[in-house]
Structures are given as structure tokens and as C-alpha cells.
């Protein structure tokens, strides 16, 4: 997959299916989307374009609001994107000029003076230009005249998979990681930097790594310990461990953190990448008495893991 992130930069598109939006999460309902573009580019030896923006739209128009959590950090839906299958990614650079053009011009002067699309398809709430004024019918009633085609994704379509970015996002506040799984196509997944923290988990015989996330509006899951896979860096070998998010309630913690023992694993990796793939919630985090009790908690912690690991292979 090319991706580009200017769109001076953009080659000659002459045969491109393209299709918009945020496609946070990369979920079932997007890859709709991305395997209609995929489809049609192939019946006409074309090449499949997906556009999206960055930073999100929502974060631009409405700067004050900070309630707005994503499924995906840029990096992590370019990952996605790639594994889809997508010929080029375009990554517009979003701007409150960008938001405010007329949508007819948003036409005219973005999509096919930059694409020359001979399909363009969308969802069927897609909105686009100045107050969203832009719509279905607008992009259809300009066919003739710059010679693309319009499809639209149904409702009904859509509704067959019941997804929504919302739904995957209250999934994860509930703990519900399998079904979040289950709606995105895929294990939702988290990416940081290994930190050095306190290292509790050392001294109770289970050292952990400390992962520093750095977008403050990445979606975190709802605290407590789950069964994940690891993945370090660029290597795609996964390792299997036990994740801890939450404020380690018998040290009292005062910060979040996000903590991670990696089974069967000894390595030094501070200040490396890491990504950590949610496969099963295990327990809610608990305030213990004595670390006795707390290493006994662990320790069963491991055998669950170990176990739904067992099931797997």
C-alpha cells in the first residue's frame, strides 16, 4: 500500500475507485467499503484509493470537546489499512479551511481535480463540505458532468453487520473485548513506548512492561486484567501475557497505567514499540490485603492464561 500525507504530492490517478472517511477501528462495516473499492478497481484495472483525515474532523471543528476517545492512533489505521489490501492510502491533512469549503467545490476542486475517480463510494450517511451540506445526491447529480460513478453502501447493507465505531467503543468500556473482536474483524489493539515504572512487578516475581501511549485519545479498555498477545516492534512473532490496566489498588497508585507480563519472556525493551492485541478479560483489578494475596491472585491469573492459550493451539 502507497500512502501519501500530501496531496502535492499525489501522482497522475486515472483509472482510481475511491472511497472517504475517518474509518476509525478499520471494523466490518469499513472493510464493506474497502472490499467494494477493491472489487471495482479490479473490473476496470484500476487502482483502489482510500482517503481519510488527520487529525480527526471532530477535534478540529469542535477543539473544546475532550471526550472524543479513537480506536485507532493514525499508525495503528495505517496497519490496518495495509492489511486490507488498499492500493494507495491518502491522508489529508484536515483543516478548519478544509471543513468550510462549499461542497460542490469540495467536488470539484478535491476530489477530481486530485483523484479523476471513475467510481466513488461511500456509506450511506456519508456527508461532506461546509455544515455537511454535501450528500449522496449531490455527489450522483455530478456524474454526467465529471464522468465518475456513484455507489452507495445501504443501510440495510450495513445493518446486515451491526457495527458502529460507538457500539466497539462501549463494547471496550464494558470489558466486552471479544465482542469488540467480534464487531472490528479483528483484536482491538493498543500501541506505546515501554517506560520504566515502578517495578512492583519485578518484585513480586512477575516483571512487567510499562507501555506510555502517546495519543491522549486513544480508546484505553475499562481497567482490570485480560489476556493478551504482544507484539515488539516491527518483529511479527507474537508472544502471549497477561495486561494489567488500572491504578494497582494495593500499592495505591495514583496515575493509570498500563502494564504488561509477557510469558516465557526475558528481555530488556525500554524505550521500544509495542503493540498489545485484547483476547480475553480475566478479572476486575482488587485491592488485596498482602502482597501474599496479590502474588496468589497473579498466579492464577497466569494459569487462566495459560489455559485460554491452551485452548487456542
Known amino acids: ?3 501519501y500525507r500530501d496531496l502535492n504530492q499525489l501522482p497522475e490517478f486515472t483509472h482510481s475507485v475511491i472511497t472517504i472517511g475517518t474509518f476509525d477501528g478499520v471494523h466490518l462495516g469499513h472493510q464493506k467499503l474497502i472490499q467494494r473499492i477493491q472489487s471495482l478497481s479490479k473490473q476496470i484495472k484500476g487502482e483502489s484509493i482510500l482517503i481519510t483525515f488527520y487529525p480527526h474532523p471532530r ?12 480506536l485507532n492512533t493514525l499508525e495503528e489505521k495505517i496497519e490496518l489499512l495495509a492489511a486490507s489490501g488498499v492500493d494507495n492510502l491518502v491522508v489529508v491533512p484536515f483543516s478548519r479551511d478544509f471543513s468550510e469549503q462549499d461542497a460542490a467545490f469540495y467536488i470539484e476542486d478535491f476530489l477530481v481535480k486530485n483523484f479523476h475517480p471513475k467510481y466513488i463510494v461511500i456509506g450511506y450517511d456519508h456527508k461532506f463540505g461546509r455544515n455537511r451540506t454535501g ?17 452507495e453502501i445501504t443501510k440495510e447493507t450495513l445493518d446486515d453487520i451491526d457495527i ?9 468500556g464494558e470489558r466486552k473485548v471479544k465482542f469488540a473482536a467480534e464487531l472490528l474483524g479483528h483484536p482491538y489493539s493498543l500501541s506505546g513506548t515501554v517506560v520504566k515504572g515502578l517495578q512492583n512487578g519485578r518484585k513480586l516475581g512477575y516483571p512487567t512492561a510499562n507501555i506510555h501511549i502517546n495519543d491522549k485519545h486513544k480508546l484505553i479498555p475499562a481497567s482490570g486484567i485480560y489476556a493478551v498477545t504482544v507484539k515488539i516492534g516491527e518483529n511479527t512473532q507474537r508472544f502471549n501475557g497477561m495486561m494489567s490496566i488500572g491504578y494497582n489498588p494495593t500499592f495505591e497508585a495514583k496515575v493509570q497505567t498500563l502494564e504488561v507480563n509477557i510469558l ?7 524505550g521500544e514499540n509495542i503493540t498489545v492485541y ?9 485491592k488485596f ?5 496479590l502474588i496468589s491472585a497473579i498466579q492464577q ?13
Open 264 to 270: 516465557d519472556f526475558d528481555r530488556d525493551i525500554y
Open 278 to 286: 485484547f483476547d480475553t478479560f480475566i478479572r476486575l483489578e482488587k
Open 1 to 3: 500500500m502507497r500512502v
Open 164 to 172: 458502529s465505531s460507538t457500539k466497539i467503543r462501549k463494547a471496550l
Open 135 to 151: 450528500d449522496f445526491a449531490l455527489l450522483k447529480s455530478g456524474e454526467k458532468q465529471y464522468g465518475y460513478e456513484v455507489q
Open 59 to 70: 477535534l478540529v471543528i469542535n477543539p473544546e470537546d475532550t471526550t472524543l476517545q479513537l
Open 301 to 313: 491469573d497466569e494459569k487462566t492464561t495459560r489455559q485460554i492459550i491452551a485452548l487456542k493451539t
Open 289 to 293: 490485603n498482602s502482597l501474599h494475596d
